[in-house]
């Protein structure tokens, strides 16, 4: 077929168009996670976990039983034991609240040893995975070591009967930048095709949303 100069123009220009509209599309769309073991090679310590609201601590403090208790962080994240109000702890490491309070102390008793024990863990949300969406239990989960996408979601009961597990989003906040970036996951082909390069290394903070299909 024989196009004149004027229909060559024209479909030039269609391709071109089409050109466009892809490389617009692969801008728009989320880029990909690298592939992580489903057992790291060594375990390694996260970072250093900071207190959050609603954990339970045990403060102990040495030779002085009647100063030492049991607390929750409250929502407002401070607690109080005897001798101290309103103490904050919120986002501080147990070292961190055990020095504070050993300077409290310090107004009543001479060189106090106080230690915190973090017993039950919520932590701060910068601490938590979050998944949310078409999952069978939801969930904030605090943030382990060497954590993967596998992991959290055993942690959730997998998938629900609806949802459209390879258009679930990650969504991770860069604190040296203070931007939010958006990243694919493929959940069924990890859960349902056992394919390994799905697995992916999680951070805290993240957030997993699971959308449902729209069939």
């Known amino acids: 077929m024989r196009f004149g100069?004027?229909?060559?123009?024209?479909?030039?220009?269609a391709i071109v168009s089409m050109l466009l509209a892809g490389c617009a599309g692969d801008k728009a769309r989320p880029a990909?996670?690298?592939?992580?073991?489903?057992?790291?090679?060594?375990e390694q310590p996260g970072e250093e976990y900071v207190i959050g609201p609603l954990d339970s601590l045990q403060i102990f403090v040495w030779r002085n039983p009647e100063l030492s208790a049991k607390v929750q962080v409250r929502p407002d994240g401070r607690i109080t034991t005897p001798l101290i109000n309103d103490m904050p702890a919120v986002g501080k490491t147990p070292a961190k609240l055990a020095d504070d309070m050993k300077?409290?102390?310090?107004?009543y008793i001479k060189d106090p040893i106080v230690s915190v024990i973090?017993?039950?863990f919520s932590g701060t949300y910068s601490q938590q995975v979050r998944i949310v969406g078409a999952t069978e239990k939801p969930a904030s989960l605090p943030f382990r070591a060497n954590m993967t996408l596998l992991d959290a979601m055993i942690a959730v009961g997998g998938l629900?009967?609806?949802?459209?597990?390879?258009r679930a989003r990650l969504i991770r906040y860069d604190r040296a930048t203070g931007k939010q970036h958006e990243y694919q996951l493929k959940i069924n082909r990890l859960l349902k095709s056992g394919d390994p390069s799905a697995n992916v290394k999680l951070e805290p903070g993240d957030?997993?949303?699971?959308?449902?299909s729209m069939f």
């Open 32 to 42: 990909a996670l690298p592939p992580a073991a489903f057992v790291a090679k060594a």
């Open 160 to 166: 629900s009967q609806y949802a459209a597990g390879n």
């Open 103 to 107: 300077a409290a102390l310090g107004e």
């Open 5 to 13: 100069n004027g229909s060559r123009g024209l479909v030039a220009a």
């Open 207 to 212: 957030v997993i949303i699971i959308p449902e």
């Open 118 to 120: 973090v017993e039950n």
